[in-house]
């Protein structure tokens, strides 16, 4: 059974930084493409930033140059980096993961982000 747990969330200032992690289990997660989303209510979720299996990555035109999206295979984690949050950032994030196995997805249960002063 695939498991992802995210962790890292929380209340910051505009300007401030958080890191995100989100640890999978119960697959192979070095053959797997992991992505971080984001969801406000009342609107649908948006792709912010994802990374291959291979380790290419690609961004939300919004978050390019603030957002930091990363991956250690040892610790079957994701890491998305935020900087220069704004309150605009504000949204549950969510942590998916693309099995290479088996073409299935999971997601995970979110953390809530908030950037508020």
């Known amino acids: 059974q695939v498991q992802l747990v995210e962790s890292g969330g929380g209340l910051v200032q505009p300007g401030g930084s958080l890191r995100l992690s989100c640890v999978a289990s119960g697959t192979i997660f070095s053959r797997c493409d992991m992505a971080w989303y984001r969801q406000a209510p009342g609107k649908q979720r948006e792709l912010v930033a994802g990374i291959t299996a291979g380790g290419r990555t690609n961004y939300a035109d919004s978050v390019k140059g603030r957002f930091l999206i990363s991956r250690d295979n040892a610790k079957t984690t994701v890491y998305l980096k935020m900087n220069s949050l704004k309150p605009d950032d504000t949204d549950v994030y969510y942590c998916?993961?693309?099995?290479?196995?088996?073409?299935?997805?999971?997601w995970g249960q979110g953390t809530q982000v908030t950037v508020s002063s």
């Open positions: 998916k993961l693309l099995s290479g196995l088996t073409g299935n997805s999971y």
